[in-house]
Structures are given as structure tokens and as C-alpha cells.
């Protein structure tokens, strides 16, 4: 098997994949009908009140992260697992039997969207640390970067369904279908054996304050937080932004509004396809793909056609993909696994928990001097994040950047040797992640 697709030699991971592949089409087609029915049902292609469901879907990741974290930490994640995705499937079962019935009203949504973020906010550092018990350590890069290969070929696939769907029969049956689709998650979590449990935290006084000191030793963290919290709150807004950009700029309908998704996740797929072969993820990476990022999506805010946005969906969602996976990898993979929890919650709670700020600000922009100001906006805020971080971590590690060849291969090859003096004054797991 390819170094790409390595971790699929191992059943548990095999039956994880399968079964997240379902429910995340599901996600995805449910995300699309969501911001569809409040957009075209429910109120007069209001930008604010998707923003406002956007938010409200993720507020809750901002009061409950750090504790889910710590329940992480502290029990069996398969169990709780089977908790979160029953309960978002019964959400989603119940949103759509209120559309169906034609009794569903804006504030029905607002409602479903925040209780799907409370579920959301558990399920999600549990969903991310319980990969290591499915893959031996030395492939948990390979795992995190397939993850994120596997949500993004359903977003590939879920958006363009949801469109064809809600055309045929409506919004409504596309709630039904992704609350069915998490019995699959729940079916593999029975099916698993011998997993590589990993080591629990012990009960104890101060365990969140525990994880926010060791974040604030470890710098590299700190500028990754950074960086993914300012993107997330200006720039990944794509449910928002593809949304007004398809209804109000080119005037398209719910299909159209479909493959742009689908669309950005061929590039997202992409992404993280080669996300799947490094071994050693790269904080300067993650600077890197922000850079890419903000420049791909500059450059579709001012694409004048819907064919020309449709195609910059493809770099856009390279770069997204890209700066994402390597910011999850490289916070993974350099943190004891006692604390993977809480760190990893922390970092989700910057990474969603910053939306509900931006999305509302995002979707006023839109609403008030047009679509492609929401694109802008989330371009110029990661290109002056990434630069700001960039100059900061150079000055602050003393980077050093020098070009060699190597000497490997038959035709010696360039490549470009990154030193950091000031490893010796830092502590050891940082080291690892700078060296990285």
C-alpha cells in the first residue's frame, strides 16, 4: 500500500474511514440545505441570518471546548463517541421533519443550529484524538491527513447531492438522510477491536488551567493558534460567502450554489491527499499555505464571472486544506498524549470558536456593499495574520534560510536548509515541533 494510504492497512481505521466518509457526506449535504432553506425559505436572501446560524452552530465551542477536551482526556472515547453522533443524528432528523411539515421558522433553525454546536463542541476533540487509538503513533500524520482526505471528498460529493436533492425533493429530505447517515459511525464503533487505547488524565484540581500553561510554554502552538484563529473568523466562511456570491452576485440557484462546494473540495481533496504523505508536519507550513491562501482568494473576489470563481475554488480550497491539516498535524504529533485533549480542544475552540465573531461581521459585509467585500475581507485579514506571524516567529527564533544541495540523489538537487539557533533555551517537546 502507498505511503499516501498507509494507515488503511489497519481494520479499525479502515471501518472509521468508511463510516466517516457517510456521515460526512451527510454533513455536508446538511450544511448546504441548512444555509439554503434560511437564505431562500425563510427569509429574503438575508446574509445576516446565515451568519447568525453559522455562529449560533458554533458559540457553543467557545464555553464547552476546554471541558470536552478534558472529558477527552478522561473516558472512554469510543463510548462517548457513540454519544455525539447519535445525538447530532437526531437533530438532524428533527430539522428535517420540521421542514417537511412546512412549520419550520427561522427561529426553529437558530435553535437546532445551537444545540448541533453543543453536541458539536463534545464531539469534536474526542472525533480528533481518537484517531490515535486506531494507528500506531508513527502513523498518526498519515491518519490526520487521510481524515482530512476523507472530509473532503465529501465535500466534494455532499454539496453537489444536496443541490440535485433540494431541487428534486426539497430540503427537508436532505436533514431526514445525514441524521440516518451517522448510524454508520455508530455501527463501525461497535465493530472495532483492540484498539491502541491511550494513556487517561487522573481526576484532579486545575487540569484545564494544566493544558492552557503548557500552551502558553510552547510557542510554536501559540503562533498556530494565532494564525488559524484569525482565518477561521475572516476566511472560513465558504457556507456564507459561496452562498450570497452564487444567489446575489451571479444569480445561480441551489445547484450552482452546490458546485462551488463541491468544487473547492477538489482542491481541499487534493490537498490533503499530500497532507497524507509528510511524516513531519511544519509550523512554516502552515504560514506558507496561509500566504497561498489569501492570495487565491483575493484573486476570486474579483473573478468577474461564476465560471471564473468556480475554477478559483480549486487553488482556494488547496490552501485552506493545506494550512489546515498541517496546523492539526503538527499539534498532534508534538504533545503527550495525556494532554493531546485538552490542547487539541483549546485548538478547536480557536478554530470554531472564532466563527460566531467573524460570520455575522462576514455576512454584513456582504449584505450591505456586496458579495465580493465578504471574499475580500477574509483575504486581506490572513495575508497581514500570516505576515505579522511570519516576521514574529523569524525575529523571535532567529530563523536562519539557506540554500544547499543535496548531495542523495544522482543530479544533486536544491533545497532550501531552515536552522533555529534558539533551540537549546527551549523546552523539549517544542523542540521537536520547531525541528520539524
Given at each position: 500500500?502507498?505511503?499516501?494510504?498507509?494507515?488503511?492497512?489497519?481494520?479499525?481505521?479502515?471501518?472509521?474511514?468508511?463510516?466517516?466518509?457517510?456521515?460526512?457526506?451527510?454533513?455536508?449535504?446538511?450544511?448546504?440545505?441548512?444555509?439554503?432553506?434560511?437564505?431562500?425559505?425563510?427569509?429574503?436572501?438575508?446574509?445576516?441570518?446565515?451568519?447568525?446560524?453559522?455562529?449560533l452552530q458554533f458559540?457553543?465551542?467557545?464555553?464547552?471546548?476546554?471541558?470536552?477536551?478534558?472529558?477527552?482526556?478522561?473516558?472512554?472515547?469510543?463510548?462517548?463517541?457513540?454519544?455525539?453522533?447519535?445525538?447530532?443524528?437526531?437533530?438532524?432528523?428533527?430539522?428535517?421533519?420540521?421542514?417537511?411539515?412546512?412549520?419550520?421558522?427561522?427561529?426553529?433553525?437558530?435553535?437546532?443550529?445551537?444545540?448541533?454546536?453543543?453536541?458539536?463542541?463534545?464531539?469534536?476533540?474526542?472525533?480528533?484524538?481518537?484517531?490515535?487509538?486506531?494507528?500506531?503513533?508513527?502513523?498518526?500524520?498519515?491518519?490526520?491527513?487521510?481524515?482530512?482526505?476523507?472530509?473532503?471528498?465529501?465535500?466534494?460529493?455532499?454539496?453537489?447531492?444536496?443541490?440535485?436533492?433540494?431541487?428534486?425533493?426539497?430540503?427537508?429530505?436532505?436533514?431526514?438522510?445525514?441524521?440516518?447517515?451517522?448510524?454508520?459511525?455508530?455501527?463501525?464503533?461497535?465493530?472495532?477491536?483492540?484498539?491502541?487505547?491511550?494513556?487517561?488524565?487522573?481526576?484532579?484540581?486545575?487540569?484545564?488551567?494544566?493544558?492552557?500553561?503548557?500552551?502558553?510554554?510552547?510557542?510554536?502552538i501559540v503562533v498556530?493558534?494565532?494564525?488559524?484563529?484569525?482565518?477561521?473568523?475572516?476566511?472560513?466562511?465558504?457556507?456564507?460567502?459561496?452562498?450570497?456570491?452564487?444567489?446575489?452576485?451571479?444569480?445561480?440557484?441551489?445547484?450552482?450554489?452546490?458546485?462551488?462546494?463541491?468544487?473547492?473540495?477538489?482542491?481541499?481533496?487534493?490537498?490533503?491527499?499530500?497532507?497524507?504523505?509528510?511524516?513531519?508536519?511544519?509550523?512554516?507550513?502552515?504560514?506558507?499555505?496561509?500566504?497561498?491562501?489569501?492570495?487565491?482568494?483575493?484573486?476570486?473576489?474579483?473573478?468577474?464571472?461564476?465560471?471564473?470563481?468556480?475554477?478559483?475554488?480549486?487553488?482556494?480550497?488547496?490552501?485552506?486544506?493545506?494550512?489546515?491539516?498541517?496546523?492539526?498535524?503538527?499539534?498532534?504529533?508534538?504533545?503527550a498524549p495525556e494532554?493531546?485533549?485538552?490542547?487539541?480542544?483549546?485548538?478547536?475552540?480557536?478554530?470554531?470558536?472564532?466563527?460566531?465573531?467573524?460570520?455575522?461581521?462576514?455576512?454584513?459585509?456582504?449584505?450591505?456593499?456586496?458579495?465580493?467585500?465578504?471574499?475580500?475581507?477574509?483575504?486581506?485579514?490572513?495575508?497581514?495574520?500570516?505576515?505579522?506571524?511570519?516576521?514574529?516567529?523569524?525575529?523571535?527564533?532567529?530563523?536562519?534560510?539557506?540554500?544547499?544541495?543535496?548531495?542523495?540523489?544522482?543530479?544533486?538537487?536544491?533545497?532550501?536548509?531552515?536552522?533555529?539557533?534558539?533551540?537549546?533555551?527551549?523546552?523539549?517537546?517544542?523542540?521537536?515541533?520547531?525541528?520539524?
Open positions: 500500500m502507498s505511503a499516501t494510504f498507509a494507515s488503511l492497512k489497519y481494520r479499525n481505521y479502515r471501518l472509521w474511514f468508511a463510516s466517516a466518509l457517510v456521515a460526512n457526506i451527510g454533513t455536508w449535504m446538511q450544511r448546504v440545505a441548512q444555509d439554503w432553506v434560511v437564505l431562500t425559505l425563510l427569509t429574503n436572501n438575508s446574509g445576516v441570518a446565515v451568519g447568525i446560524v453559522t455562529a458559540i457553543p465551542h467557545i464555553f464547552l471546548s476546554a471541558w470536552a477536551g478534558l472529558l477527552a482526556d478522561r473516558v472512554d472515547r469510543r463510548k462517548l463517541l457513540m454519544l455525539t453522533q447519535g445525538g447530532m443524528g437526531v437533530l438532524g432528523l428533527g430539522l428535517g421533519a420540521l421542514v417537511l411539515s412546512g412549520a419550520a421558522e427561522l427561529w426553529h433553525v437558530y435553535v437546532f443550529a445551537t444545540l448541533l454546536g453543543v453536541v458539536s463542541a463534545v464531539d469534536g476533540p474526542v472525533r480528533q484524538t481518537f484517531v490515535a487509538e486506531l494507528v500506531p503513533t508513527k502513523r498518526l500524520a498519515n491518519a490526520v491527513g487521510l481524515n482530512s482526505t476523507n472530509f473532503n471528498a465529501a465535500r466534494l460529493i455532499g454539496p453537489g447531492v444536496a443541490g440535485l436533492l433540494i431541487a428534486a425533493v426539497g430540503t427537508g429530505w436532505v436533514f431526514i438522510i445525514n441524521g440516518i447517515a451517522f448510524g454508520a459511525v455508530i455501527l463501525a464503533l461497535t465493530r472495532m477491536r483492540d484498539l491502541r487505547v491511550q494513556p487517561t488524565a487522573s481526576r484532579a484540581k486545575g487540569q484545564i488551567r494544566e493544558g492552557l500553561a503548557y500552551i502558553r510554554g510552547r510557542s510554536d498556530i493558534m494565532v494564525v488559524m484563529g484569525v482565518v477561521s473568523t475572516f476566511g472560513l466562511n465558504f457556507q456564507l460567502t459561496s452562498a450570497m456570491m452564487a444567489r446575489v452576485e451571479f444569480g445561480r440557484g441551489a445547484g450552482e450554489y452546490g458546485i462551488l462546494g463541491s468544487v473547492l473540495a477538489i482542491g481541499s481533496l487534493a490537498g490533503a491527499l499530500l497532507a497524507a504523505r509528510r511524516e513531519r508536519p511544519r509550523v512554516r507550513l502552515v504560514l506558507g499555505a496561509a500566504f497561498a491562501f489569501a492570495i487565491s482568494m483575493g484573486i476570486q473576489a474579483v473573478m468577474p464571472t461564476y465560471l471564473g470563481y468556480l475554477i478559483m475554488c480549486i487553488p482556494v480550497g488547496f490552501a485552506s486544506l493545506t494550512m489546515l491539516t498541517s496546523a492539526n498535524a503538527a499539534i498532534q504529533l508534538s504533545v494532554m493531546r485533549g485538552r490542547v487539541m480542544s483549546i485548538y478547536m475552540m480557536v478554530l470554531l470558536g472564532t466563527t460566531p465573531l467573524g460570520s455575522p461581521v462576514v455576512g454584513w459585509i456582504g449584505e450591505t456593499f456586496g458579495p465580493r467585500y465578504a471574499v475580500v475581507i477574509g483575504a486581506v485579514a490572513t495575508l497581514l495574520v500570516a505576515a505579522v506571524a511570519t516576521v514574529w516567529a523569524y525575529r523571535t527564533w532567529h530563523v536562519r534560510v539557506r540554500a544547499r544541495l543535496s548531495r542523495e540523489h544522482r543530479i544533486p538537487r536544491p533545497y532550501l536548509q531552515v536552522d533555529y539557533p534558539t533551540l537549546a533555551a527551549t523546552p523539549a517537546p517544542e523542540k521537536q515541533a520547531l525541528a520539524a
